[in-house]
């Protein structure tokens, strides 16, 4: 046995482990780069898999080292303290309050998602109630225009009233004796000339307006005479008829037809006329003129496409042309 093996008891021969180094007077080695004297010491703290050294041969009484003994490496610590062993403890004490924190967690944002979507409905109701209470032609028209829409609604509520008032009056008449059979040969008779007038069957004469179409780029189309014809409808027109520049003149009813022709004429009730169109009206003629006036109106659309639109109002406008009765097939008058 040489000098750098020891016994081990166990007949085999153990290489000495490394002598622990140290100053004069057993001091700590003053070298920087002298080992820790803990971590040499047998009691000190291993890593995993290290094993303590046996004792050398610079320190006696050191205790022989059985290699046949099993080390239990779980139970030894690593080096660097216990925090690798309390580790599972931290997390299993943090499972339960996942666990607990989630559904809460969960919880807290659906009760934001649905506060956030009933915001955003609301702020929708209010901008589509906005909108569909103002109008957008209205907010935009000029003040003269405005003016001339609410004197159309005046008149159009002088012009009922008026109405209800002759309609009381004949009313009264009808019930008062004698004089009610007069009234009321004199009320069919005025209801039977109102309808023929009406119907297109009678001439009309009262104050009015002409009302004159030249086109310009594009042609007068049927879509913008018919849009003319509504508008003075809505206004209080009583009677019209149309005329194209060759003097053909067609009566306007309940029934008549707009289509457009070959060249830019245009076909009413199946007779072909040629521009410019007139149409004369009898009516209030501030009224029917502010209707057709109306901003993105009749006008307005005419003047877009390039032609012009004249009036002229008359004291006594004649309305001559007359449409052909209809022929009744099935209905029959009772007595």
């Not at 919880?107 to 998602?113: D, E, I, L, P, R």
């Not at 209205?138 to 002088?158: C, F, N, P, Y």
């Not at 849009?227 to 067609?250: F, H, K, N, P, Y």
Request: aromatic share 2%.
């Amino acid at each position: 046995m040489d000098d750098e093996q020891t016994d081990t008891g166990t007949g085999w021969p153990q290489p000495a482990g490394p002598g622990r180094p140290g100053g004069p007077a057993g001091e700590p080695d003053p070298r920087p780069d002298a080992p820790d004297p803990d971590e040499l010491s047998p009691l000190a703290p291993r890593g995993p898999g290290e094993v303590p050294p046996g004792p050398s041969d610079d320190e006696p009484g050191g205790a022989p080292v059985d290699d046949g003994a099993t080390v239990d490496l779980r139970a030894v610590p690593p080096a660097g303290g216990s925090a690798v062993a309390e580790e599972p403890a931290e997390e299993s004490a943090e499972e339960p309050a996942r666990s607990a924190v989630s559904p809460r967690s969960r919880f807290s944002t659906a009760g934001v998602m649905i506060v956030a979507l009933l915001v955003l409905l609301g702020f929708t109701l209010v901008v589509q109630l906005k909108t569909t209470s103002t109008d957008p032609t209205l907010g935009a028209t000029r003040q003269e225009d405005l003016v001339r829409i609410l004197s159309d609604l005046d008149a159009r509520e002088s012009r009922l009233q008026q109405d209800i008032r002759a309609l009381e009056d004949s009313q009264r008449q009808l019930r008062s004796g004698e004089q009610g059979r007069q009234a009321a040969l004199d009320e069919a008779t005025r209801r039977a000339d109102e309808l023929g007038i009406l119907a297109g069957t009678l001439p009309a004469v009262g104050p009015g307006l002409t009302v004159q179409f030249e086109s310009g780029v594009k042609p007068i189309s049927a879509n913008r005479v018919l849009d003319a014809v509504q508008e003075l409808r809505g206004a209080g027109a009583e009677a019209m008829q149309i005329s194209g520049g060759d003097r053909a003149t067609v009566r306007i009813i309940a029934s008549t037809f707009f289509l457009d022709g070959e060249n830019g004429s245009l076909v009413v009730e199946g007779r072909r006329l040629t521009g410019p169109y007139t149409i004369t009206v009898i009516g209030d003629p501030a009224t029917m003129r502010t209707a057709l006036n109306i901003p993105g109106g009749v006008v307005a659309s005419v003047r877009g496409g390039g032609g012009n639109v004249t009036f002229g109002e008359r004291e006594v406008a004649e309305v001559s042309a007359l449409h052909v009765p209809i022929k009744l097939e099935h209905a029959r008058p009772v007595s």
